[in-house]
Every structure is written in C-alpha cells, then in structure tokens.
C-alpha cells in the first residue's frame, strides 16, 4: 500500500493560483495512476484530475479543464496540480489518490483505493 501526503493549500484570492503536492512513500510510485479528488462543504467528493504512471495520459473534470494541470515526477514519487484561474467554486478539500495499474493508461474515476488526508484550499472572492 502507498502512502499519500498532500501539501500546498492555503487561501488564495480568485482569479490566483495554486501548486499542490503529493508525496508518496511505502511502494515504487511508478506502479500507481495517480489522482486529484476535492470535496466542497455538504457536498460529495469530486474527481478533479487523472495521470497514468508514465504521465502520458491525463484525465480532468470539464469543470477544471484548461485551468487545472496534473502532473508527476517518479523519481521524487510525487504528483502535482497546478490550479490557475481559482474561483470560489474550487474552495474544498483536495486529496490526492493513487491505484496500483500493470496497465499503463488510466484507471476509472471510481478506482481509486489509497487516499492522503487532504489538504484544505480556500478561494476568496
């Protein structure tokens, strides 16, 4: 099993951006496809982004499409998104989650088995 461990959230003014991270530990991170998720208040959690273990296929929210970038580095057993364009829509909790694949492109949206504990982004208007 991996470990996930997000960072990079805070409060952010609209129309400012975010970098977030995840750290992975406990297994070779190159095995995983890699994704965001976030949950807003009341409301359930959302898929966001989707990379495969190579980093060559993407999968994002229409809601986040041309705003939001995933990406990874497996030699530092990381994924990233990059968040552009915030408005106070994307306030949620974001957690990163990562699915052991011998494919090498992506996973369904509901396939997801190990989760971080998120981490807490805050857009103002």
């Known amino acids: 099993q991996v470990q996930l461990v997000e960072s990079g959230g805070g409060l952010v003014q609209a129309g400012g951006s975010l970098r977030l991270s995840c750290a992975a530990s406990g297994r070779s991170f190159s095995w995983y496809t890699a994704g965001w998720f976030r949950q807003a208040p009341e409301k359930e959690r959302e898929f966001v982004a989707m990379?495969?273990?190579?980093?060559?296929?993407?999968d994002y929210a229409d809601s986040v499409k041309g705003r939001f970038t995933i990406s990874r580095d497996n030699a530092k057993n990381a994924v990233y998104l990059r968040m552009n364009s915030l408005t106070p829509e994307d306030t949620a909790v974001y957690y990163c989650?990562?699915?052991?694949?011998?494919?090498?492109?992506?996973?369904?949206?509901?396939?997801?088995?190990?989760w971080g504990q998120g981490t807490q982004v805050t857009v103002s208007s």
């Open positions: 990379i495969s273990r190579s980093g060559g296929s993407t």
């Open positions: 989650a990562a699915q052991r694949t011998s494919g090498s492109g992506l996973v369904p949206r509901d396939g997801f088995g190990s």
